[in-house]
């Protein structure tokens, strides 16, 4: 069955510094991934999605994430955080192809930002 | 930039009680869902509608629950009879046609079963 993990539950980092967040998943074939964040008490937004071609994705507010296939991982990067990017980060999977599948989502990194 | 909106934003209901949270999905979306995550956990899918028909249903999506698009533009999830451990935030997405799976979430809604 599809699953997603992500290792490290809270993470703090400078005003400045760079960020990894990581990201293993499982699946059988190629999966589409996805970064989303959720700020308190708001909703989900997504940041990036990798469906197929370039394994580096872009996203918004600076993030980027790269696909490794041989390491079943998507982590998300920034190379420089900002305190308004203090959130907590889902990555999920799609549990399949057609429009109508679930996404499955990782237990979320939570990230605080040190001034 | 068209957006999933959801009522209402709270809702604090007594066990026992009857329930309807309500979406409006994007308006040309034809995919929806509903996922909820308790307080500290990871979001979990719930269920899934498409063709006016569940596409598919989670195991925590269980007789209690029932979901119907009663007009064009609403979206709604029922919980017949809540328990405390339904207390979550709800939230309601929609993806398009060729989608493949890239789903918009609405804020959600925090149901407090007390």
């Known amino acids: 069955a599809q699953s997603v993990t992500q290792p490290d539950i809270h993470i703090t980092v400078s005003e400045g510094a760079s960020l990894e967040l990581r990201c293993n998943y499982s699946y059988g074939a190629t999966p589409y991934l996805f970064w989303y964040v959720q700020s308190p008490g708001q909703g989900l937004q997504l940041l990036l999605k990798y469906f197929s071609g370039d394994t580096l994705v872009q996203g918004i507010k600076g993030f980027e994430a790269e696909f490794k296939r041989s390491q079943s991982s998507f982590n998300l990067r920034k190379p420089s955080v900002h305190w308004s990017d203090a959130a907590e980060y889902f990555c999920?999977?799609?549990?399949?192809?057609?429009?109508?599948?679930?996404?499955?989502f990782g237990s979320g990194t939570r990230l605080s930002i040190r001034p | 930039e068209p957006e999933v909106t959801q009522t209402p934003s709270h809702q604090v209901t007594q066990m026992g009680q009857e329930v309807i949270l309500r979406c409006v999905p994007i308006s040309n979306h034809l995919y929806f869902y509903w996922y909820r995550q308790i307080l500290g956990q990871k979001v979990e899918f719930l269920v899934s509608?498409?063709?006016?028909?569940?596409?598919?249903k989670s195991e925590i999506f269980d007789d209690q629950f029932s979901v119907e698009r009663p007009d064009g533009s609403n979206f709604t999830l029922k919980i017949r009879s809540t328990k405390l451990e339904d207390s979550a935030m709800y939230f309601c997405?929609?993806?398009?046609?060729?989608?493949?799976?890239?789903?918009?979430f609405g804020p959600g809604t925090r149901l407090t079963v007390t």
């Open positions: 509608f498409y063709n006016n028909e569940i596409s598919e």
């Open positions: 997405a929609s993806s398009g046609q060729g989608s493949a799976g890239e789903q918009y």
């Open positions: 999920a999977v799609g549990a399949g192809y057609s429009s109508a599948s679930k996404i499955i």
